[in-house]
């Protein structure tokens, strides 16, 4: 049974070897640069959240939840979410998302926004929509594509409520 929670200090590999899977395919995150181990201890630990997917066990995806900006926009969380390539189609991602707005509200968040989804990321950009997220523009030519090419990034927000105070 799958189970979504805060990380443990065990889940750190299983995050960095997922977080790494999606960074090395260079068609979804912005880095370029794997988490070495002592980056990735550090690296989750900054977050407001992470998440881990785990089921049986073993980590088979994430999510990060910080916020998007400070001050005056400080209300307006941002997340990433990475789901091992051997767990997809099987609802990890939408329950990453999902759990994400719950842990967003509950820290007090007023937005969720993605600034920079690959357009070439059908599938995400259809679960985004699925839950209710709106597009709000497109950046062409937004994200440069491992294989040299450069795809248009899609940008997305979903009201949290008034209930959260940031």
């Given at each position: 049974?799958?189970?979504?929670?805060?990380?443990?200090?065990?889940?750190?590999?299983?995050?960095?070897?997922?977080?790494?899977?999606?960074?090395?395919?260079?068609?979804?995150?912005?880095?370029?640069?794997?988490?070495?181990?002592?980056?990735?201890?550090?690296?989750?630990?900054?977050?407001?959240?992470?998440?881990?997917?785990?089921?049986?066990?073993?980590?088979?995806?994430?999510?990060?939840?910080?916020?998007?900006?400070?001050?005056?926009?400080?209300?307006?969380?941002?997340?990433?979410?990475?789901?091992?390539?051997?767990?997809?189609?099987?609802?990890?991602?939408?329950?990453?998302?999902?759990?994400?707005?719950?842990?967003?509200?509950?820290?007090?968040?007023?937005?969720?926004?993605?600034?920079?989804?690959?357009?070439?990321?059908?599938?995400?950009?259809?679960?985004?929509e699925k839950l209710g997220f709106r597009r709000?523009?497109?950046?062409?030519?937004?994200?440069?594509?491992?294989?040299?090419?450069?795809?248009?990034?899609?940008?997305?927000?979903?009201?949290?409520?008034?209930?959260?105070?940031?």
């Amino acid at each position: 049974m799958l189970e979504i929670r805060e990380y443990a200090p065990g889940d750190i590999e299983g995050l960095r070897a997922v977080w790494n899977e999606v960074v090395r395919g260079g068609e979804a995150f912005p880095q370029l640069d794997e988490l070495t181990p002592g980056d990735a201890e550090r690296f989750f630990a900054a977050q407001d959240f992470t998440a881990a997917a785990v089921e049986g066990g073993r980590v088979l995806g994430l999510y990060i939840l910080h916020p998007n900006n400070v001050g005056r926009c400080g209300h307006q969380a941002n997340a990433s979410y990475a789901v091992a390539s051997a767990a997809r189609g099987r609802g990890v991602g939408e329950a990453l998302v999902r759990h994400s707005l719950a842990t967003a509200a509950g820290l007090g968040y007023r937005l969720l926004i993605f600034n920079a989804v690959v357009a070439s990321n059908t599938r995400a950009i259809r679960l985004y929509e699925k839950l209710g997220f709106r597009r709000i523009g497109t950046v062409p030519g937004g994200f440069h594509m491992k294989d040299g090419s450069w795809s248009d990034t899609v940008l997305f927000y979903h009201e949290l409520g008034e209930a959260a105070g940031k």
